[in-house]
């Protein structure tokens, strides 16, 4: 089944606060981005912080890793009941051994790409992960524009591994949702196109008749 995934981006507990009652009962899962400064030149909220959230009944998070080192987060994922863990392919760290550490964890894994990561680099690990992200924008900051030929990215990686689940994630709009969904995306991950919307309940309905 298609879903709509609406994306937190924050610095502010109480904003996380805010937009997780927004989305409450709309969607069963959320997106937390968590960014360490260094692999993407932006600080977000910490998972100390979503520890001290009280998610709404019916809403799994899954958390967005854009940090150097992965695995030093997974207890802390653990801690603030955090459902999926994706991190970066190209962090600097062993893949296969942080794909091991995880295992020790009850989350399910995934694997995220930038723009510029051909999808092949993923192949060695689809075993291991339940999901893999293509990064429709450059990581680190929301409202950037959609980047065309992530749609090829996801009919050859549909086509290479069609069980994987494929999120796509960044500029994802009304606009364009259709044609990634048309392109074979499972997933939708939205910030910015549902949040600044006037209505962001109406706004999340639009989406999801573009992708049924």
Request: with cysteine.
């Amino acid at each position: 089944m298609k879903k709509i995934i609406p994306a937190i981006l924050t610095k502010d507990i109480a904003e996380l606060r805010s937009k997780l009652t927004q989305i409450q009962k709309l969607t069963d899962w959320a997106q937390i981005d968590i960014m360490d400064g260094k692999f993407v030149q932006n600080i977000s909220i910490g998972l100390e912080d979503v520890s001290l959230v009280k998610i709404p009944e019916g809403i799994f998070l899954e958390a967005h890793l854009m940090v150097e080192n992965p695995a030093s987060y997974f207890t802390q994922c653990q801690q603030a009941n955090i459902k999926r863990v994706i991190f970066h392919i190209e962090m600097d760290s062993d893949i296969k051994n942080v794909l091991l550490k995880a295992k020790s964890f009850n989350f399910q894994k995934g694997l995220a790409l930038n723009p510029e990561t051909p999808v092949e680099k993923i192949i060695p690990y689809i075993n291991d992960i339940d999901v893999a992200l293509l990064m429709s924008v450059h990581p680190g900051f929301g409202g950037q524009t959609f980047i065309l030929n992530t749609l090829d990215k996801i009919r050859s990686l549909k086509k290479l591994v069609p069980h994987l689940k494929i999120e796509v994630d960044g500029g994802v709009n009304i606009d364009n949702i259709k044609a990634i969904s048309d392109a074979g995306a499972d997933y939708f991950i939205v910030g910015s196109g549902l949040f600044e919307a006037e209505d962001s309940k109406k706004q999340f309905e639009n989406l999801q008749m573009k992708i049924k």
